[in-house]
């Protein structure tokens, strides 16, 4: 089993809809959860940084985490066209802030104007 | 301030020769993390280096990789006699503490 899964995509939604994002995860040690978004061809983009379990939001985005369930959610509200891009799930592996990270294979996500 | 700092952004190398990779992190972090990101397989962790200090190398190759932090100056990742597998992009990450900000990345071709 991997240690982090990832719905696959691509996903494509209309401008303005509600998005969810989700991955699970195998380790109940992981403590803290990062969402990253990356543009074709940049380096990925720091979204959201939650610790434990419960829901952060920031603008139209919000990350949700169930450490019961090893479930975590991004919604994305108002979507727009400059959402589209791939949208990556990672925790740092033992735990530790500083631990190095382990990655979703990431979803693209695709917002039609 | 300036972000997570990459060079070169492309580097092209022929079959055996040696390429050098860059990273100057954020400034105030101390934390520099390399990763590689092949076509459909995600980003993967290669070596985390503190200043001086290799911290955790357990996903760089056994043969050909070498990294460092020198106490002045850019992390460099080093592969030696480069293969065609070894075309990828390879980011570098940096943190103060637990949250890691990634530079723009080098991306490599092997011809």
């Known amino acids: 089993q991997k240690e982090v899964e990832q719905d696959p995509g691509p996903l494509s939604v209309p401008e303005g809809a509600i998005v969810s994002l989700n991955c699970t995860y195998s380790?109940?040690?992981?403590?803290?959860f990062m969402w990253y978004r990356q543009y074709s061809r940049k380096g990925p983009e720091l979204l959201m940084y939650?610790?434990?379990?419960g829901n952060k939001e920031d603008g139209r985005f919000t990350a949700q985490v169930d450490k019961s369930s090893k479930y975590i959610s991004l919604f994305i509200r108002d979507s727009q066209p400059s959402d589209s891009a791939t949208y990556l799930c990672?925790?740092?592996?033992?735990?530790?802030?500083?631990?190095?990270?382990?990655f979703g294979k990431g979803i693209t996500l695709s917002v039609r104007p | 301030n300036a972000g997570v700092m990459q060079n070169p952004r492309h580097l092209v190398r022929r079959r055996g020769q040696e390429a050098r990779l860059r990273c100057s992190p954020m400034?105030?972090?101390?934390?520099v993390y390399w990763y590689r990101q092949l076509p459909e397989e995600g980003l993967k962790f290669m070596v985390y280096?503190?200043?001086?200090?290799?911290?955790?190398e357990s996903g760089m190759p056994k043969e050909r990789f070498s990294a460092e932090f020198p106490k002045e100056g850019p992390s460099i990742l080093r592969i030696q006699q480069v293969v065609r597998g070894d075309s990828a992009a390879y980011f570098c990450?940096?943190?103060?503490?637990?949250?890691?900000?990634f530079g723009p990345g080098t991306r490599l071709t092997v011809t």
């Open positions: 990672a925790m740092p592996v033992g735990g530790g802030a500083n631990s190095k990270l382990t």
């Open positions: 939650t610790y434990s379990s």
């Open positions: 280096l503190q200043k001086e200090n290799i911290i955790d």
């Open positions: 380790n109940s040690a992981f403590q803290y």
């Open positions: 400034k105030g972090h101390s934390h």
């Open positions: 990450a940096s943190s103060r503490e637990g949250e890691q900000y």
